[in-house]
């Protein structure tokens, strides 16, 4: 299964390093994603991202030691210290980054390649019960943001972005960004790709498509008032020797002068 999902992404699985060596890249990598980071004791003694992944590499060789209750055990534990909840089947390649940690899941059959960031709220989650692949399969330099689903069997390619909150249920290719509900590629391999509605969306900001498409309306509705009105005051700039109805593009003074006459 997980060599399927690496051949899928046109890679596979690199060999394993020794536990102390998968630790000591997990601590060493939040140097580089996270400026708070001031020495290790600090990583080591207060980011619970980093104690649910150095928790997880003991899990999952448990796990596929056959050893799985005692995974799924230590995998609770974890789960309450660090309110991170993997599961010990999931396969984590290197350098793993969870920054704050609160509320992300992920799922039994969820792969993930090198280098991915994954934010506070991140689900990886499953859409079916069958024993199979279910979660989806992440790789190489992924970012997922904040409260963000990727749900399903899918793949999101090496270098993707998934803004905050979006939910994503479909392939996504590599180097590209995706955000909304559900999720949307708006860049790919740097150029932006806007809508032709002009709705103009950022990976880092929630769209709100529906508030842009009613400003939009508002201002056509302006300019077509504006030229109504350019139309309507040429028409009344025309001269009403050959219009039958100079009662309506007559002035005021007109106005009163012909109710006088018809005894008004």
């Known amino acids: 299964m997980v060599s399927a999902a690496f051949d899928k992404l046109g890679k596979h699985p690199e060999t394993p390093l020794s536990l102390m060596a998968q630790w000591r890249e997990d601590i060493h990598c939040v140097f580089a994603r996270d400026p708070a980071a001031h020495s290790v004791w600090e990583i080591l003694l207060t980011y619970p991202g ?36 993997i599961h010990p089947g999931a396969t984590i390649g290197r350098r793993l980054f969870i920054d704050h940690g609160l509320g992300v899941v992920i799922g ?9 960031t994954l934010y506070h709220g991140v689900t990886l989650g499953g859409t079916t019960w069958n024993k199979e692949k279910r979660h989806p399969t992440l790789g190489d330099n992924v970012l997922v943001g904040s409260g963000a689903k990727v749900l399903g069997a899918i793949t999101l390619g090496d270098n993707v972005r998934v803004g905050a909150n979006s939910v994503v249920v479909k392939d996504v290719p ?87 006459a018809v005894g008004e």
Not at 108 to 116: A, L, R
Not at 198 to 220: E, F, Q, S, T, Y
Not at 241 to 254: D, G, K, L
């Open 50 to 85: 980093v104690h649910a992944t150095l928790f997880h590499r003991v899990n999952h060789r448990l796990w596929k030691a056959g050893r799985k209750l005692p995974a799924r055990i230590l995998a609770s534990v974890a789960r309450m210290l660090t309110n991170v909840d």
């Open 108 to 116: 039994e059959t969820t792969v993930i390649g090198n280098d991915v």
């Open 174 to 260: 590599p180097c590209c960004t995706v955000v909304g509900i559900p999720g949307r590629v708006i860049q790919s391999k740097g150029t932006k790709i806007q809508s032709r509605n002009g709705i103009d969306l950022d990976h880092h900001l929630v769209p709100d498509p529906v508030g842009k498409a009613i400003n939009c309306l508002i201002d056509r509705i302006d300019e077509l008032e504006a030229r109504q009105t350019e139309v309507s005051k040429a028409l009344h700039e025309q001269h009403c020797e050959s219009c039958e109805a100079e009662s309506i593009c007559a002035t005021t003074e007109q106005e009163i002068v012909i109710k006088r």
